[in-house]
């Protein structure tokens, strides 16, 4: 009788180890199931909350194919005077564009994301290569600083701002964020330091939120 109680004690003390072994590990892998998702779900809102960072060279209408500008001018927009300006015309704020369609292989036309005149009721349409030459691949960090964003390339990117700008002196280029522009900076000298400033925004928190979605 003895015996079969001793018995009967340890099959209960190892049934009560095996129970505690096995909640232990349910609520570990519980656990990392909980991290798993907390993780992908963290993922998922910065990828949600990255933008598209790119510079281009931008074109003076001169240089744009005429059977483009025909184009633009059958969807209700006014063209510049200007043939030497990169701004080929304007769009008032409550007009629906299609002129993204608008493009071949070698130029297309980007809206600035502010309106440019003092009313504040055109957009400007500007002409830029196809291609840009710079992106968020480009780039080490950013910064924050007052309304502005201070952008420093890597060391394939400073390689390219430093050619981009030697090669546009005089000229400006665009700074392009959701493929909108944000600033036309007119570049007057190389730079080599790997640096480059979107200036001109609303305010600080436009610029914290950019410079976090770069």
């Not at 665009?174 to 007119?186: C, G, H, M, R, V």
């Amino acid at each position: 009788m003895k015996f079969m109680s001793i018995l009967l004690m340890n099959i209960l003390t190892i049934l009560r180890t095996i129970t505690n072994k096995a909640m232990k590990t349910t609520k570990f892998f519980i656990f990392i199931v909980f991290l798993i998702f907390v993780s992908c779900n963290i993922n998922e809102n910065r990828l949600q909350e990255k933008v598209s960072f790119e510079i281009y060279e931008t074109l003076a209408q001169n240089d744009v194919p005429y059977n483009l500008l025909e184009e633009l001018m059958k969807i209700n927009i006014l063209l510049d005077t200007d043939t030497l300006s990169p701004i080929i015309a304007y769009v008032h704020i409550d007009s629906i564009l299609h002129f993204s369609r608008v493009v071949n292989d070698n130029v297309k036309f980007l809206k600035t994301a502010q309106p440019v005149d003092k009313e504040k009721k055109y957009f400007a349409i500007v002409a830029v290569k196809n291609q840009p030459d710079l992106n968020n691949s480009d780039i080490k960090k950013t910064k924050q600083n007052q309304k502005n964003v201070e952008i420093y390339f890597n060391l394939e990117g400073a390689i390219k701002w430093a050619v981009l700008t030697k090669n546009n002196i005089g000229k400006l280029i665009a700074f392009a964020i959701d493929n909108e522009i944000y600033t036309l900076p007119s570049i007057s000298g190389e730079i080599k330091n790997g640096r480059a400033i979107v200036n001109g925004l609303d305010n600080e928190d436009t610029a914290i939120e950019i410079s976090n979605s770069i």
